[in-house]
T-cell receptor
């Protein structure tokens, strides 16, 4: 399967714990995005990388959130000191800037529940 | 005013009907536009890009109206399997490249 993959698919954690999610993009894609989606809403942009450089971060991304893409391949999103309001689906998507289309392809998401 | 707005619906239509959704955007510098389909508890899947001249893919037609700042999606001959949430995405040009999604329009096609 050469699509976008995310791990884990589900995560239940207690408030105050740290969690880390991983995303593996489509191999030839140089852009990688993280989104958060809650029920009844569209995905909200969090951050994106072009290769290993983090080019944009949303105001939604508090200091408790950090993302990395150290070698320009997979990426991790860490949430420190989780709060109940962090419960959501975290989606990763990738695209290629080379073809100019900016079409994004999403992974299956990581559903986070903070108790 | 939100950057990207969609009527959340739901739109309830019988099989075989034609249904259209609109998505308005606030920033006239928006450059790229897309429609995605999202099934319940699944990830969004790219349905089609929206080109300035309009484009068609089978039963689906997407159009862009820059003057009025909206994009549309028309679905002809609706199938039960078209039931889903349809998300529009708008991307600004130049520099900051942040895709903005609408909240989605729910479509229910019934027998």
């Amino acid at each position: 399967d050469t699509g976008v993959s995310q791990d884990p698919r589900h995560k239940i954690t207690k408030r105050g714990q740290n969690v880390t999610f991983r995303c593996d993009p489509i191999s030839e894609h140089n852009r990688l995005y993280w989104y958060r989606q809650t029920l009844g809403q569209g995905p909200e942009f969090l951050t994106y990388f072009q290769n290993e450089a983090q080019l944009e971060k949303s105001r939604l991304l508090s200091d408790r959130f950090s993302a990395e893409r150290p070698k320009g391949s997979f990426s991790t999103l860490e949430i420190q000191r989780t709060e109940q309001g962090d419960s959501a689906m975290y989606l990763c998507a990738s695209s290629s800037s080379g073809d100019g289309s900016y079409e994004q392809y999403f992974g299956p998401g990581t559903r986070l529940t903070v108790t | 005013r939100k950057e990207v707005e969609q009527d959340p619906g739901p739109f309830n239509v019988p099989e075989g009907a034609t249904v259209a959704f609109n998505c308005t955007y606030s920033n006239s510098a928006s450059q790229s536009f897309f429609w995605y389909r999202q099934d319940c508890r699944k990830e969004p899947k790219l349905l089609m890009s929206v080109y300035s001249s309009g484009n068609e893919d089978g039963r689906f037609t997407a159009q862009l109206n820059r003057a009025s700042q909206y994009i549309s999606l028309l679905i002809r001959d609706s199938k039960l399997s078209d039931s889903a949430t349809y998300l529009c995405v708008v991307i600004l040009s130049g520099g900051s490249y942040i895709p903005t999604f609408g909240r989605g329009t729910s479509l229910i096609v019934h027998p």
